[in-house]
Every structure is written in C-alpha cells, then in structure tokens.
C-alpha cells in the first residue's frame, strides 16, 4: 500500500511540475525493456533536453517529462528498435576455378550489396560491411548478406538469413565451374 502513495505521490509531483499528466508507455514485443531504456536515457542527454524519467515495469517502458514533439520522435525510434530479430548464419564456401576476390566483387555488384572500404583482417580474411538499409523494404526482411573472400584459403565467407545463404551459395556453385577447355 505504501508503495502505491509513493507512486502517486510521485505522479503527482511530476504533473505540478509541469511535465505530461499521462506517461508515454511502450509496450515491448522483441526488444529488451532495459535496452530501451538506456537507449532513452542517452538519447535524452544528447539532445539536451530535462531528463526523461524512464522507468521499466515487466515488458512496458513508461516515460515521463517527454513534450509532444519528443513524444513523436521517442515513439518513432521505439518503433524502429522494437522489430524481430532475425537469425544470422554463417559459412565457408570454397571455390576450385575462381578467384574469392573476384567472384565477390561481382556479386556484390549482381546483389547490390554496397560494400564498405575492406580492412585487412587475421588470416587473409577481408572485412566488408554491408549497407542493408533499403527505404523501400520492410526492416524485419531486409536482405543481411556479407561476402567476405578469405584470399589465403580461396573461400567466401557468408553471413546472412538461411534462405540468403542458400541463394549465394547456388549462385558459386554456378560461378564456380571448370574452364572449357583449350584445343590447340
């Protein structure tokens, strides 16, 4: 019961103070209440404005001090952060006729997968990030792919959603096939 007064004791301190009469509540499906509320905190700081009072209860996430139009912006980020993850898989693929290097660059190109500025990595491996941000798409089916050749090995390393792993790696083995060979 006492607990009870406190809170309403506090409601009523924040509703005195000027700041919203109804907290902002989000209800979570996929992400980490305390996720969200450290996202919240920092997102608050930076901008510069009074402090939000963010508190967790269960899956909900309950704001406070929030003004109409940080009420819009918070609500929309939540919205973005709060989707499904989505299962990532890897795997090697090893290639007998082609170059790693080069069979990435072009499907990278096929795919339309933007890769970054590759970094130098242990073992031959290259680095290459993919920008997999498509306004048009739904962000819950995106395409995640990496290519990434290990130069050494002769290998491609995937990263991507089952179905995404199988796509390329049918599209290597098609890739990859023996030279015609040369008559002279």
């Given at each position: 019961?006492?607990?009870?007064?406190?809170?309403g004791?506090?409601?009523?301190?924040?509703?005195m103070?000027g700041?919203?009469?109804?907290?902002?509540?989000?209800?979570?499906?996929?992400?980490?209440?305390?996720?969200?509320?450290?996202?919240?905190e920092?997102?608050?700081?930076?901008?510069g404005?009074?402090?939000?009072?963010?508190?967790?209860?269960?899956?909900?996430?309950?704001v406070?001090?929030?003004d109409?139009?940080?009420?819009?912006?918070?609500?929309k980020?939540?919205g973005?952060?709060?989707?499904?993850?989505?299962?990532?898989?890897?795997?090697?693929?090893?290639?007998?006729?082609?170059?790693?290097?080069?069979?990435?660059?072009?499907?990278?190109?096929?795919l339309?997968?933007?890769?970054?500025?590759?970094?130098?990595?242990?073992?031959?491996?290259?680095?290459?990030?993919?920008?997999?941000?498509?306004?048009?798409?739904?962000?819950?089916?995106?395409?995640?792919?990496?290519?990434?050749?290990?130069?050494?090995?002769n290998?491609?390393f995937?990263?991507?959603?089952?179905?995404?792993?199988?796509?390329v790696?049918?599209?290597?083995?098609?890739?990859?096939t023996?030279?015609?060979?040369?008559?002279?």
């Amino acid at each position: 019961m006492k607990i009870r007064s406190l809170v309403g004791a506090v409601f009523l301190l924040s509703c005195m103070a000027g700041q919203a009469a109804e907290p902002l509540v989000f209800e979570l499906k996929h992400s980490s209440p305390w996720d969200l509320k450290a996202i919240l905190e920092s997102v608050s700081k930076q901008a510069g404005n009074s402090p939000l009072e963010v508190t967790v209860d269960g899956r909900r996430v309950l704001v406070r001090g929030a003004d109409e139009k940080m009420r819009g912006r918070l609500s929309k980020l939540v919205g973005e952060l709060d989707t499904p993850s989505v299962p990532v898989f890897t795997r090697f693929i090893k290639l007998s006729h082609t170059s790693a290097e080069k069979v990435v660059e072009f499907l990278n190109k096929a795919l339309e997968i933007q890769p970054a500025q590759p970094a130098a990595a242990p073992g031959g491996l290259q680095r290459t990030e993919v920008d997999a941000v498509d306004e048009s798409k739904n962000k819950a089916e995106e395409a995640l792919i990496q290519l990434i050749p290990a130069t050494r090995t002769n290998e491609v390393f995937v990263v991507g959603r089952a179905e995404d792993l199988k796509l390329v790696e049918s599209l290597l083995r098609a890739i990859d096939t023996d030279p015609p060979p040369v008559f002279k």
